[in-house]
């Protein structure tokens, strides 16, 4: 995945409870709309975000997640972050695949999530936790 | 008041050259006025890291909190502050960590009999400044998680109303968490009841992001609303919404969706109103 040039110091958010769910999602629309996202991409990464936060908490037993502006050169865009230390995806595949979900969901989360944004990547495994990082580039 | 370039020194020497015993003895001090309620290790740590700060600061030039040397024991401080009031600390409980190094300041003193009361008064009257710091931030974190609070509590409120003869509306406005769309989802249902509304319009015109969970609510509403006998419309998605469903891969179904609660309102005066033109006949004969 293209890196890009980080515009300032990430911004973390401690993902903890239901709260911190809303203020990853708060911080991400700040950031969003200060990096002059259109309308569509804000709500997009924002959702994404709180799809993937909403992961960190419930399967991941809580993380963090950092968001940053980065910069490729021709365009912006935000970078977020999720990582946890919980137990892992086993089977990624699987995980990816729209409608299977181990939590009671809409088996859509992290799918959908990837659909939602630009550059999707993620680290995991078997008690390994999992990194999660997407970027979304303006338009 | 500030401490003079000689002070300065002194106090600086003082912290580096007995580092492992300032630290051991401020986690003690620290540790005994907190009763527990924070382990050890996790005060030990943010004794060092305030150790190391002041350290920094002292060979900075000045630990004034207001000097550029100190942004290091500012930051600390500041973290410090905001921790202890997530945690529930009180603001005493939270400035007595600070305090603490008084004591072990005197402890120290006390050997160094010659320039030792005067350094020690100095001394005080900074780590004083450094408690009233810890408490101003302290202060303004609470404010904070008030004002959050507030906010939350504003998102609460969650009216359903009765927009017309048999058509009950409810507005859902902010974060459609699963407590809150248990309220809502209750509400609806015992209004439907009340109104004995055969329509009811979920209107997410004022929910920022639809995401899974909170379409995994909705659909549930409209599903126990449909068990009691109600047809359920959602109305206010708006483009970028519509567009994230979508992406998202997210299916309504059979359920109605409008753009706007007018909209929804006009199908459902559509389909009510074939249903009473019907009836009419039969009323006049």
Request: glycine share 10%; hydrophobic share 45%.
């Amino acid at each position: 995945m293209t890196a890009g040039i980080d515009l300032g110091h990430p911004q973390a958010q401690a993902i903890q409870s239901d709260e911190d769910v809303v203020r990853v999602r708060q911080l991400v629309r700040t950031v969003a709309v200060a990096a002059r996202l259109s309308l569509v991409d804000q709500t997009k990464l924002v959702t994404a975000a709180s799809e993937l936060a909403r992961n960190t908490l419930v399967y991941g037993g809580g993380g963090v997640a950092e968001v940053t502006t980065v910069d490729n050169g021709r365009r912006r865009g935000i970078r977020i972050v999720f990582a946890d230390d919980g137990p892992g995806i086993v089977d990624l595949d699987l995980a990816l695949t729209d409608g299977y979900t181990t939590g009671g969901g809409l088996g859509l989360g992290l799918s959908g999530a990837r659909r939602l944004v630009d550059e999707f990547d993620i680290v995991t495994g078997s008690g390994q936790g999992t990194r999660i990082t997407v970027i979304k580039w303006s338009r | 008041m500030a401490l003079s370039a000689e002070e300065n020194g002194r106090l600086t020497g003082l912290l580096s050259e007995h580092a492992e015993r300032v630290v051991q003895r401020w986690t003690e001090v620290a540790t005994a006025s907190l009763r527990g309620r924070l382990s050890q290790a996790e005060l030990r740590r943010q004794v060092q890291d305030l150790h190391r700060s002041m350290v920094e600061a002292g060979r900075g030039g000045s630990f004034d909190l207001e000097s550029e040397s100190a942004g290091e024991l500012r930051a600390v401080l500041a973290e410090l502050s905001r921790g202890r009031a997530r945690q529930g600390f009180t603001a005493t409980e939270t400035a007595v960590s600070v305090y603490g190094l008084k004591d072990v300041l005197l402890e120290l003193l006390e050997s160094d009999a010659d320039t030792a009361l005067r350094d020690y008064v100095a001394f005080s009257s900074l780590v004083d400044q450094m408690g009233l710091f810890t408490f101003e931030s302290f202060v303004r974190t609470r404010e904070g998680l008030i004002a959050d609070q507030a906010e939350q509590l504003l998102e609460l409120s969650t009216p359903v109303v009765k927009i017309w003869e048999g058509v009950v509306a409810v507005p859902l406005v902010g974060t459609l968490d699963s407590a809150r769309a248990q309220v809502v989802m209750e509400r609806l249902l015992q209004t439907l009841v009340d109104t004995s509304s055969p329509y009811a319009i979920i209107d997410i015109t004022g929910v920022p992001a639809v995401d899974t969970q909170v379409a995994q609510h909705i659909l549930k509403t409209v599903v126990a609303a449909r068990l009691m006998g109600a047809d359920c419309i959602i109305s206010g998605i708006r483009p970028q919404i519509a567009q994230t469903i979508v992406a998202l891969g997210i299916e309504f179904g059979d359920i109605a969706t409008k753009a706007s609660l007018a909209d929804a309102l006009r199908h459902v005066l559509r389909l009510t109103g074939a249903e009473t033109a019907r009836r009419q006949p039969r009323r006049e004969s």
